[in-house]
């Protein structure tokens, strides 16, 4: 499978990723190889056998609605580069 | 031309869970920021989210109490998008196999009733809360509500107008709270509403390009912002333009909506099963054992009180309205058993003065079985329903028995033949031009005279009694 030069800029987009046109290039080969190489299963004959998601057969693992002990919060917000009154700081974001 | 929109409502309701959908954090509302936080609800790589059976088990009483299939088989899906308040870069949610689908509730406007589809129940966490400061150029993230439960019900665009989409939104949010599932508070956001509305001309089987709104936090916006998105629409059609199809923000200062991001920049989620998290499987045993745990709901509770009580449907309506207040409504008929004479106070009397304070009927400073005591007063007689009133008060601003309050105040109806009498022949005595008037037909003045005595009794005097003895006089 192919991909286009549009489909590396959106996808590069999408995971906020700066490109120059060098990298878009040279991406869309690599990635278009890696794409064709996963193409090689679908040439396997899957008739009769059920689409999956997990790669194991287990189901329904719960934990019932208890407390648990939170964080303390200095070090939830160790990480953080900014902060002030116990909140994470970020750029203004609206919309 | 006549327009119709169409619409059709997303509703994400918080469930009342102690504990996060995927995490042991506390849900409660209010905490400093970021103190209800672990690892698992921080995104923090390595980490393994796991279940609460409970959101499950509150997910599968609402898909029955909206007659939803649930599905034996669902599984959890990662949505993909970059936004601060989501700190692991997705949301977890439902997308290809939900966990209920197909299912409906039935709404009632303007007496006539009719049915609502709901496409799908799907549950999800929900994301963290951002304040974004006004002087400076930067946003505060608090992390508390990621990760508290979620459920998403998705309904079929089946409704018609702002009026229908106000009563199926009263009506789940009524559920939701009969099933005791979420709180529904709408400030605090635990009960959020988006709308997708199109319009067509009448009679037309396409559909319209829809704008999807939001911020529609009360059930008073989601009107307002559906009649003015319905107007918004037409007078682009009428002036020969097109709608586009984009996102609008419901402004409740300015009662307008605007456009928040056109279809162009709308996200691409890249939805994809989150290995993270196992299948899962309802088997009908479970089912069948929460379906027992329901409680009777409100329709069904209307249409009782209906054939059962014999109420107009309307009081059957506003009485099945909560829980707490059907509750309320039936453990006063049970001592004083005149349904329709109960709902009138019930909805005059003691609905106008908890509106007036804020309060809801479980903090209602009269009891149902004092509310009861009151309308026995007046059904033997003892007190008139205007007397009534002043006593009803009374209890409300001391909490006092009715019964108390008759006998302190001396407010005991006057039905003594000859006291009566006497009062009437004063007030006769008092206005002979009235009198002459009466007598040369003008009928009317009637109820001038029952003023006056009414006025010389303080209210006391039976009604009935003075009517007839009026009557008597004034034909002498």
């Keep these: 499978m192919k ?3 549009d489909e590396i800029v959106h996808v590069a987009d999408l995971a906020r990723l700066e490109l120059d046109e060098k990298f878009i290039n040279k991406f869309a080969g690599q990635i278009g190889d890696i794409l064709e190489y996963v193409d090689t299963l679908g040439r396997i004959d899957t008739k009769g056998v059920v689409p999956t998601s997990h790669a194991i057969s287990l189901i329904n693992a719960f934990r019932e609605d208890v407390l648990e002990k939170h964080l303390d919060r200095d070090l939830a917000l160790a990480n953080a580069p900014e902060k002030e009154d116990g909140n994470f700081i970020v750029p203004k974001v609206i919309g | ?16 869970t102690n504990t996060k959908i995927f995490c042991g954090c506390s849900t409660s509302f209010g905490a400093p920021p970021n103190t209800h936080t672990c690892p698992v609800c921080l995104g923090m790589p390595g980490v393994l989210p796991v279940l609460n059976k409970k959101v499950v088990e509150y997910t599968i009483r609402m898909a029955i109490a909206t007659n939803c299939k649930v599905e034996r088989r669902s599984r959890w899906a990662r949505k993909n998008y970059f936004y601060p308040d989501l700190p692991k870069g997705y949301q977890i949610s439902q997308y290809e196999l939900p966990v209920a689908q197909f299912g409906y509730i039935d709404i009632e406007t303007d007496g006539s009733r009719k ?10 966490e929900d994301a963290g809360k951002l304040t974004h400061d006004p002087d400076r150029p930067f946003s505060m993230v608090d992390f508390n509500r990621t990760g508290v439960p979620l459920i998403e019900i998705v309904s079929e665009p089946d409704i018609r107008s702002p009026e229908e989409a106000g009563a199926y939104l009263r009506q789940l949010h009524s559920i939701v709270r009969y099933i005791g599932i979420s709180d529904g508070n709408m400030e605090e956001g635990s009960f959020r509403c988006d709308a997708n509305i199109s319009i067509r001309p009448k009679g037309a089987e396409r559909l319209g390009t829809r704008s999807e709104l939001k911020n529609l936090n009360s059930f008073k916006h989601v009107e307002k912002a559906l009649y003015y998105e319905i107007n918004r629409q037409k007078e682009i059609i009428i002036d020969g333009g097109r709608v586009v199809q984009e996102t609008r923000l419901w402004n409740p200062d300015k009662n307008i909506t605007t456009s928040m991001r056109s279809k162009e920049e709308a996200h691409d989620y890249r939805y994809f099963p989150d290995p993270d ?14 379906k027992k745990t329901l409680p009777e709901l409100p329709d069904r509770k209307k249409n009782r009180f209906i054939s059962e009580f014999n109420l107009p449907s309307s009081d059957a309506e506003i009485m099945s309205s909560s829980r707490e207040l059907a509750d309320y409504f039936e453990e006063c008929i049970k001592e004083f058993p005149k349904p329709k004479q109960v709902s009138n106070w019930i909805m005059g009397e003691l609905l106008g003065l908890l509106n007036a304070e804020g309060k809801t009927i479980d ?8 509310l009861a005591r009151l309308l026995k007063l007046i059904d033997k007689g003892i007190i008139s329903g205007k007397i009534a009133k002043t006593v009803f008060e009374d209890m409300a601003n001391t909490g006092r028995h009715p019964e108390e309050i008759v006998e302190k105040k001396g407010l005991v109806q006057v039905t003594d033949v000859s006291a009566i009498e006497e009062v009437v022949s004063q007030i006769l005595a008092d206005n002979l031009k009235e009198v002459e008037g009466y007598r040369k037909g003008k009928k009317k003045l009637i109820g001038f005279f029952v003023g006056q005595v009414m006025k010389e009794t ?12 009026l009557k008597d006089k004034l034909a002498e």
């Design chain 1, 3 to 5: 991909i286009t030069r």
């Design chain 2, 1 to 16: 031309m006549e327009f119709e929109p169409v619409i059709g409502l997303e509703i994400h309701a918080q469930l009342k």
């Design chain 2, 277 to 290: 998290l196992l299948p899962l499987v309802v088997d009908n045993e479970w089912i069948d054992a929460l």
């Design chain 2, 115 to 124: 049915r609502i589809g709901i496409t799908r129940i799907h549950m999800e």
């Design chain 2, 458 to 469: 303080k209210g006391k005097a039976n009604p009935k009694i003075v009517n007839e003895i």
């Design chain 2, 363 to 370: 903090r209602s400073p009269i009891s149902s079985s004092n």
